[in-house]
């Protein structure tokens, strides 16, 4: 088999890989971040902090996640993502417990930062520098499948979320939510096995300086401005359906049923990347996440016409992932990839944590969650058309 990289895996190995992969990331997906979405309104009504307080500890975590994603790319280019996998689980589950804990407003944003710098070694970027090194030529499809896998985590872990949340209170559901998360620790120690070649320092013809082109730039820009939407719509869909009079069990249902709308528009990727251009089909994604977040806006029921929507939505999302995962290999080939993922990563991921604060602050602000989505669907609109000139030039 060709690869692009050296140290890609034969095929047996490659399948152990990404079915580990699969398995974590759901995991880690569904209890660092969507189960926040469905405990959040309840934490703030438990302990008497304010939304935007409670909002603003988790998007700490998000900026810590951000800023801290930088280093871990380049430690993956060099040791590879056992370690930092498995480091970043122990870290993960040790920061839930914390904030299963937390007393005050203080503890609990604290526990929220450790998270992050957990997050940034456990969530998409590690896993897909693993696979785009280890699954060589057959990368698309190894991305394609994990991603097909995570957008489950909604889907799994918000209904299961919601009913631990009947019985035990948001801190016991933690903690129920840390010993599940703890099965990943082995499962990077002992599953993420394969040699990992330190990328070399010389760069080749046009590579090094792909990170200060104007295409570079721009992508950062566009895909910052839609991960800022769409971090902010998942923390708002749930309260704008109560908001209409809807229950949080259709909220959360809603909510996970976009997981499986990701995945079933993740399908058609390789499809999608083997028709289009680079650019010519970020813009549809984006342009189609611009259109059903409007929609979510000014549609003011039934509930079944909104699922609808969200699933839509979800869709649009699930390729924007793949859209993120493959930007530096589809432009500028996969050296360094580790190194320049985690460069573009970090802005999109800034935008993304400052959102769930964001969303709940403009909608105190406006009078309700329906105005704060028109603004995210201009600002997910203005991203369509920027990413149209990403293309490039060397």
């Known amino acids: 088999m060709t690869t692009t990289l050296p140290g890609a895996l034969p095929r047996a190995g490659q399948r152990r890989i990404l079915a580990v992969l699969c398995a974590t990331e759901i995991t880690s997906w569904g209890v660092l971040y969507y189960a926040f979405v469905v405990l959040a309104p309840t934490i703030t009504r438990t302990t008497g902090w304010s939304p935007g307080a409670v909002a603003a500890a988790f998007s700490a975590g998000q900026i810590a996640a951000a800023l801290t994603g930088i280093a871990v790319g380049r430690v993956l280019d060099r040791r590879g993502p056992r370690i930092v996998m498995t480091l970043g689980s122990v870290l993960a589950v040790l920061s839930l417990l914390g904030i299963a804990q937390a ?9 929220w930062l450790a998270a992050g710098v957990a997050m940034s070694a456990v ?5 897909f520098a693993a696979l785009t090194r280890w699954t060589g030529e057959r990368r698309v499809s190894a991305l394609t499948t994990l991603t097909l896998a995570g957008g489950l985590a909604s889907t799994v872990f918000a209904p299961i979320t919601a009913t631990l949340l009947t019985h035990l209170g948001w801190r ?5 939510l840390a010993a599940v998360l703890a099965l990943t620790i082995p499962a990077h120690a002992l599953g993420l096995r394969g040699p990992w070649n330190p990328v070399a ?4 013809p046009g590579a090094a300086p792909a990170a200060r082109t104007r295409a570079f730039l721009l992508l950062a820009l566009a895909m910052s401005m839609s991960g800022f939407s769409a971090g902010a719509v998942i923390v708002g869909v749930v309260p704008l359906f109560t908001e209409r009079g809807l229950p949080v069990q259709t909220a ?8 499986i709308g990701q995945v079933c528009a993740r399908l058609v990727y390789p499809r999608l990347a083997a028709t289009t251009s680079v650019t010519t089909r970020a813009a549809l994604v984006l342009a189609t996440a611009a259109v059903t977040i409007g929609l979510l806006a000014v549609l003011p029921g039934p509930a079944t016409v909104l699922i609808g929507v969200t699933l839509i939505l979800g869709g649009a999302r699930g390729l924007t992932t793949l859209l993120n995962a493959t930007a530096i290999s589809d432009r500028w080939g996969t050296h360094e990839y580790a190194r320049l993922s985690g460069l573009l990563t970090a802005p999109i991921a800034l935008t993304a944590a400052i959102a769930p604060w964001a969303e ?7 009078g309700g969650h329906s105005t704060a989505f028109l603004i995210l669907a201009a600002t997910t609109a203005s991203a369509a058309l920027l ?5 490039p030039t060397h």
């Open 252 to 259: 959360a249902l809603a909510l996970g049923l976009g997981g």
């Open 103 to 111: 007393r005050t407003l203080t503890e609990f944003t604290a526990c």
């Open 172 to 176: 016991d559901t933690y903690l129920a």
């Open 123 to 127: 969530l998409y970027q590690p896993a």
């Open 387 to 391: 990413v149209g000139k990403t293309r």
């Open 360 to 366: 709940t602050a403009l909608a105190q602000q406006l």
């Open 201 to 204: 320092a010389a760069h080749p």
